[in-house]
Protein backbone atom coordinates (compact mmCIF):
# COMPACT_ATOMS: atom_id res chain seq x y z
CA UNK A 1 0.00 0.00 0.00
CA UNK A 2 1.27 3.09 -0.73
CA UNK A 3 1.74 6.29 2.03
CA UNK A 4 -1.80 8.44 2.46
CA UNK A 5 -1.46 11.13 0.13
CA UNK A 6 -1.56 15.08 2.51
CA UNK A 7 0.00 13.94 5.45
CA UNK A 8 3.09 15.55 6.70
CA UNK A 9 5.76 12.66 6.88
CA UNK A 10 9.44 12.75 8.06
CA UNK A 11 11.39 9.33 8.59
CA UNK A 12 11.21 8.74 12.60
CA UNK A 13 14.99 8.14 13.83
CA UNK A 14 15.81 4.65 14.30
CA UNK A 15 17.45 4.07 17.40
CA UNK A 16 19.36 6.12 20.29
CA UNK A 17 22.42 4.46 19.64
CA UNK A 18 25.09 5.24 18.46
CA UNK A 19 25.31 8.69 20.94
CA UNK A 20 28.37 10.95 21.39
CA UNK A 21 29.70 10.97 25.22
CA UNK A 22 28.22 13.79 26.98
CA UNK A 23 31.40 16.67 26.82
CA UNK A 24 31.28 16.05 23.05
CA UNK A 25 26.93 16.12 22.72
CA UNK A 26 27.05 19.65 24.87
CA UNK A 27 29.68 21.41 22.46
CA UNK A 28 27.67 20.12 19.52
CA UNK A 29 24.44 20.18 20.13
CA UNK A 30 23.28 17.17 19.79
CA UNK A 31 23.76 13.84 21.57
CA UNK A 32 22.86 11.69 17.98
CA UNK A 33 25.45 12.09 15.20
CA UNK A 34 22.76 11.48 12.63
CA UNK A 35 21.11 14.75 13.96
CA UNK A 36 24.28 16.61 13.95
CA UNK A 37 23.74 18.60 10.82
CA UNK A 38 26.16 21.83 11.14
CA UNK A 39 26.18 25.32 8.82
CA UNK A 40 28.52 25.41 6.56
CA UNK A 41 31.95 24.58 8.28
CA UNK A 42 30.89 25.70 11.98
CA UNK A 43 31.66 22.74 13.68
CA UNK A 44 31.92 22.28 17.44
CA UNK A 45 36.11 21.99 17.95
CA UNK A 46 35.88 20.12 21.27
CA UNK A 47 34.90 20.09 24.57
CA UNK A 48 33.12 23.02 25.49
CA UNK A 49 35.16 24.09 28.60
CA UNK A 50 37.00 22.18 31.67
CA UNK A 51 34.80 23.51 34.38
CA UNK A 52 32.80 21.81 37.36
CA UNK A 53 29.83 23.94 35.62
CA UNK A 54 30.42 22.26 32.04
CA UNK A 55 30.54 19.30 33.75
CA UNK A 56 27.48 18.93 34.93
CA UNK A 57 25.48 20.74 31.74
CA UNK A 58 27.41 18.02 29.82
CA UNK A 59 25.08 15.54 32.10
CA UNK A 60 21.91 17.60 32.14
CA UNK A 61 22.30 17.99 28.41
CA UNK A 62 22.18 14.28 27.48
CA UNK A 63 19.27 13.60 29.71
CA UNK A 64 17.25 16.49 27.84
CA UNK A 65 17.95 14.42 25.03
CA UNK A 66 17.12 11.46 25.71
CA UNK A 67 14.10 12.61 26.79
CA UNK A 68 12.84 14.30 23.77
CA UNK A 69 13.88 10.78 21.84
CA UNK A 70 11.83 9.24 24.80
CA UNK A 71 8.94 11.56 24.13
CA UNK A 72 8.46 10.20 20.68
CA UNK A 73 9.80 6.93 21.32
CA UNK A 74 8.11 5.58 24.66
CA UNK A 75 8.64 2.04 23.71
CA UNK A 76 12.14 1.93 23.14
CA UNK A 77 13.77 0.12 26.69
CA UNK A 78 17.41 0.64 26.19
CA UNK A 79 16.90 4.50 25.59
CA UNK A 80 14.87 4.57 29.04
CA UNK A 81 17.71 2.41 31.10
CA UNK A 82 20.07 5.06 29.38
CA UNK A 83 18.05 7.88 30.27
CA UNK A 84 18.07 6.44 33.78
CA UNK A 85 21.51 5.72 34.06
CA UNK A 86 22.21 9.86 33.04
CA UNK A 87 20.05 10.59 35.45
CA UNK A 88 20.93 9.13 38.08
CA UNK A 89 24.91 10.66 36.81
CA UNK A 90 23.02 14.37 36.83
CA UNK A 91 22.15 13.93 40.37
CA UNK A 92 25.52 13.04 41.94
CA UNK A 93 26.95 15.66 39.91
CA UNK A 94 24.74 18.47 40.77
CA UNK A 95 25.50 17.15 44.35
CA UNK A 96 28.92 17.77 44.21
CA UNK A 97 28.60 21.13 42.32
CA UNK A 98 26.44 22.57 44.65
CA UNK A 99 28.80 21.70 47.39
CA UNK A 100 31.28 23.26 45.60
CA UNK A 101 29.90 26.09 43.83
CA UNK A 102 26.68 26.97 45.52
CA UNK A 103 22.78 26.38 44.93
CA UNK A 104 21.29 25.80 41.82
CA UNK A 105 17.73 25.69 42.73
CA UNK A 106 16.56 27.38 45.13
CA UNK A 107 15.70 24.74 47.85
CA UNK A 108 19.75 23.25 47.34
CA UNK A 109 20.29 26.55 49.89
CA UNK A 110 19.07 24.67 53.04
CA UNK A 111 22.39 22.69 52.22
CA UNK A 112 24.07 25.67 53.56
CA UNK A 113 24.39 27.84 56.89
CA UNK A 114 22.73 31.07 55.30
CA UNK A 115 20.96 32.63 52.75
CA UNK A 116 23.16 32.43 49.90
CA UNK A 117 21.41 32.45 47.40
CA UNK A 118 21.38 35.67 45.94
CA UNK A 119 24.92 35.87 45.86
CA UNK A 120 26.68 36.11 42.50
CA UNK A 121 27.38 34.63 39.92
CA UNK A 122 24.19 34.55 37.98
CA UNK A 123 23.80 32.58 34.78
CA UNK A 124 24.41 36.04 32.60
CA UNK A 125 27.67 37.32 34.58
CA UNK A 126 30.65 35.70 33.17
CA UNK A 127 31.56 34.89 36.39
CA UNK A 128 33.67 31.68 36.86
CA UNK A 129 32.15 28.94 38.27
CA UNK A 130 33.02 28.03 41.66
CA UNK A 131 33.56 30.17 44.57
CA UNK A 132 33.30 29.23 48.27
CA UNK B 1 5.04 24.89 38.11
CA UNK B 2 8.10 26.12 36.95
CA UNK B 3 11.69 25.80 38.98
CA UNK B 4 14.55 27.94 37.94
CA UNK B 5 17.86 26.40 37.66
CA UNK B 6 20.61 28.76 38.61
CA UNK B 7 22.97 28.02 35.71
CA UNK B 8 22.39 28.44 31.63
CA UNK B 9 21.67 25.10 29.40
CA UNK B 10 25.35 26.00 27.58
CA UNK B 11 28.29 28.33 28.79
CA UNK B 12 28.49 32.36 27.59
CA UNK B 13 31.48 33.97 27.96
CA UNK B 14 31.53 36.84 25.76
CA UNK B 15 34.82 38.82 26.63
CA UNK B 16 34.25 41.96 24.37
CA UNK B 17 31.30 44.41 23.79
CA UNK B 18 29.69 44.68 20.46
CA UNK B 19 26.61 46.15 20.16
CA UNK B 20 26.61 46.25 16.47
CA UNK B 21 26.20 42.70 16.99
CA UNK B 22 23.79 43.04 19.83
CA UNK B 23 21.76 45.02 17.41
CA UNK B 24 20.74 41.99 15.27
CA UNK B 25 21.15 38.85 17.51
CA UNK B 26 18.07 40.31 19.79
CA UNK B 27 15.95 39.11 17.09
CA UNK B 28 15.97 35.82 18.79
CA UNK B 29 15.20 37.35 21.27
CA UNK B 30 11.98 39.07 21.11
CA UNK B 31 11.81 39.12 16.90
CA UNK B 32 9.21 36.89 15.02
CA UNK B 33 10.91 33.38 14.52
CA UNK B 34 12.93 33.90 18.23
CA UNK B 35 13.29 32.31 21.55
CA UNK B 36 10.28 33.93 23.24
CA UNK B 37 7.96 33.23 20.38
CA UNK B 38 9.08 29.62 20.40
CA UNK B 39 8.44 28.78 24.00
CA UNK B 40 4.80 30.56 23.74
CA UNK B 41 3.81 28.69 20.88
CA UNK B 42 4.82 25.67 22.44
CA UNK B 43 3.65 26.18 25.92
CA UNK B 44 0.61 27.42 24.91
CA UNK B 45 -0.55 25.09 22.59
CA UNK B 46 0.07 21.94 24.68
CA UNK B 47 -3.97 22.85 26.52
CA UNK B 48 -5.48 21.75 23.20
CA UNK B 49 -3.42 18.26 22.38
CA UNK B 50 -5.26 15.65 23.02
CA UNK B 51 -2.35 12.57 23.26
CA UNK B 52 0.09 11.93 25.99
CA UNK B 53 3.35 11.81 23.85
CA UNK B 54 2.17 15.26 22.47
CA UNK B 55 1.89 16.86 25.48
CA UNK B 56 5.34 16.09 26.68
CA UNK B 57 6.83 16.69 23.27
CA UNK B 58 5.14 20.52 23.39
CA UNK B 59 6.08 20.83 27.21
CA UNK B 60 9.86 19.15 26.99
CA UNK B 61 10.57 21.49 23.72
CA UNK B 62 9.04 24.46 25.09
CA UNK B 63 10.71 24.89 28.26
CA UNK B 64 14.28 24.36 26.96
CA UNK B 65 13.27 27.50 24.77
CA UNK B 66 13.06 29.26 27.66
CA UNK B 67 16.37 28.22 28.41
CA UNK B 68 17.14 29.29 25.16
CA UNK B 69 15.59 33.01 25.70
CA UNK B 70 17.74 32.88 28.93
CA UNK B 71 20.69 31.81 26.57
CA UNK B 72 20.18 35.04 23.74
CA UNK B 73 19.26 37.35 26.48
CA UNK B 74 22.75 36.61 28.30
CA UNK B 75 24.86 37.22 24.84
CA UNK B 76 23.27 40.44 24.45
CA UNK B 77 23.79 41.71 27.75
CA UNK B 78 27.44 40.35 27.22
CA UNK B 79 27.74 42.30 24.05
CA UNK B 80 26.64 45.44 25.67
CA UNK B 81 27.68 45.37 29.19
CA UNK B 82 30.63 47.95 29.81
CA UNK B 83 29.96 49.51 25.98
CA UNK B 84 31.35 52.95 25.64
CA UNK B 85 28.84 55.45 24.38
CA UNK B 86 31.18 56.07 21.04
CA UNK B 87 31.15 52.19 21.04
CA UNK B 88 26.93 52.81 20.36
CA UNK B 89 27.68 55.68 18.26
CA UNK B 90 30.16 53.74 16.21
CA UNK B 91 27.82 50.27 15.67
CA UNK B 92 24.32 52.60 14.85
CA UNK B 93 23.20 51.74 18.13
CA UNK B 94 21.52 54.62 19.18
CA UNK B 95 17.63 54.00 18.56
CA UNK B 96 18.17 50.71 20.79
CA UNK B 97 20.09 52.99 23.77
CA UNK B 98 17.83 55.53 24.18
CA UNK B 99 14.92 53.85 25.16
CA UNK B 100 16.77 50.64 26.82
CA UNK B 101 20.26 51.65 27.29
CA UNK B 102 22.48 48.43 28.27
CA UNK B 103 18.82 46.23 29.04
CA UNK B 104 17.80 43.49 27.09
CA UNK B 105 14.64 43.93 25.53
CA UNK B 106 12.34 42.03 23.72
CA UNK B 107 12.35 43.29 20.38
CA UNK B 108 13.41 42.11 16.05
CA UNK B 109 16.24 43.32 14.82
CA UNK B 110 13.90 45.84 13.20
CA UNK B 111 13.17 47.46 16.04
CA UNK B 112 9.56 46.53 16.72
CA UNK B 113 8.34 44.83 20.24
CA UNK B 114 7.67 41.47 20.71
CA UNK B 115 4.28 40.33 18.93
CA UNK B 116 2.59 37.39 19.63
CA UNK B 117 1.22 38.50 16.22
CA UNK B 118 4.30 36.43 15.40
CA UNK B 119 2.54 32.84 16.48
CA UNK B 120 -0.15 31.03 16.45
CA UNK B 121 -2.14 28.24 18.60
CA UNK B 122 -4.82 26.86 15.81
CA UNK B 123 -6.21 24.19 18.07
CA UNK B 124 -5.67 21.73 15.33
CA UNK B 125 -3.34 18.87 15.68
CA UNK B 126 -1.96 18.86 12.50
CA UNK B 127 -2.15 22.59 11.73
CA UNK B 128 -0.23 23.12 14.72
CA UNK B 129 2.33 20.80 15.08
CA UNK B 130 3.25 21.88 10.90
CA UNK B 131 3.24 25.19 12.15
CA UNK B 132 6.21 23.81 14.56
CA UNK B 133 7.79 22.56 11.92
CA UNK B 134 8.10 25.49 10.51
CA UNK B 135 9.05 27.69 13.24
CA UNK B 136 11.43 25.56 13.63
CA UNK B 137 12.87 25.70 10.53
CA UNK B 138 12.63 29.90 10.54
CA UNK B 139 14.58 29.81 13.61
CA UNK B 140 17.33 27.41 12.16
CA UNK B 141 17.29 29.93 8.92
CA UNK B 142 17.60 33.24 11.54
CA UNK B 143 20.49 31.36 13.19
CA UNK B 144 22.37 30.49 9.60
CA UNK B 145 21.80 34.51 8.97
CA UNK B 146 22.95 34.95 12.16
CA UNK B 147 26.17 33.26 11.60
CA UNK B 148 27.15 34.29 8.48
CA UNK B 149 27.62 38.10 9.91
CA UNK B 150 29.59 36.92 13.20
CA UNK B 151 32.91 37.31 13.66
CA UNK B 152 33.56 36.93 17.25
CA UNK B 153 33.98 33.22 18.06
CA UNK B 154 32.82 33.39 21.81
CA UNK B 155 29.43 34.66 20.16
CA UNK B 156 29.32 31.83 16.96
CA UNK B 157 30.13 28.65 19.48
CA UNK B 158 26.91 30.02 20.68
CA UNK B 159 24.66 30.22 18.05
CA UNK B 160 25.90 27.24 16.59
CA UNK B 161 24.86 25.67 19.26
CA UNK B 162 21.25 26.57 19.43
CA UNK B 163 21.18 26.67 15.84
CA UNK B 164 21.48 22.84 15.92
CA UNK B 165 18.99 22.59 18.59
CA UNK B 166 16.30 23.70 15.76
CA UNK B 167 17.35 20.92 13.64
CA UNK B 168 16.93 18.48 16.61
CA UNK B 169 13.61 19.99 17.49
CA UNK B 170 12.31 20.19 13.74
CA UNK B 171 12.83 15.86 14.18
CA UNK B 172 10.92 15.59 17.10
CA UNK B 173 7.73 17.55 15.91
CA UNK B 174 8.12 15.29 13.04
CA UNK B 175 7.54 12.19 14.72
CA UNK B 176 5.18 13.86 17.05
CA UNK B 177 3.15 14.26 13.21
CA UNK B 178 3.30 11.16 12.68
CA UNK B 179 2.35 9.64 16.36
CA UNK B 180 -0.39 11.61 15.95
CA UNK B 181 -1.45 10.83 12.35
CA UNK B 182 -0.96 7.35 13.09
CA UNK B 183 -4.04 7.28 15.72
CA UNK B 184 -6.68 9.85 13.16
CA UNK B 185 -8.43 8.36 11.05
CA UNK B 186 -6.44 6.70 8.19
CA UNK B 187 -8.64 6.96 5.63
CA UNK B 188 -8.69 10.87 5.80
CA UNK B 189 -6.72 12.28 8.76
CA UNK B 190 -8.57 15.69 8.04
CA UNK B 191 -12.31 14.54 9.20
CA UNK B 192 -12.25 16.06 12.32
CA UNK B 193 -9.97 17.48 14.66
CA UNK B 194 -9.74 15.26 17.58
CA UNK B 195 -8.51 18.32 19.66
CA UNK B 196 -12.11 19.52 19.30
CA UNK B 197 -14.53 17.12 17.71
CA UNK B 198 -15.89 14.13 19.77
CA UNK B 199 -14.26 10.77 18.18
CA UNK B 200 -16.74 8.21 17.53
CA UNK B 201 -15.33 5.43 19.01
Given at each position: MCAPLAVPMLAAQQSAEPAYESAAALAKGTLFPGLDLPFMDYIANGPVEDTPLAELMALDFVCQELALYLDTHPDDKEAFKSWKSFTALAK????????????????????????????DPWPWNNGKAGKK | M????????????????????????????????????????????????????????????????????????????????????????????????????????????AGFPYSAATIQVKGDV?????????????ARVTYDNILRMCDDPDVIDVMRFLREREVVHFQRFGEAMGIATAKMDQRNVYAVNPAFDKMKK
Open positions: EGRRRYVEMCGPVKRSDTAMFDSWVWPE | FVYEKKLQYPVRIKNPDPAMAKYIISQYGGPDGELSASLRYLSQRYSMPYPELKAVLTDIGVEELGHLEIVGTVVHQLTRNMTVEQVEKAGFQDYFVDHTAGVYAQAAIADLSEDMGAEQK
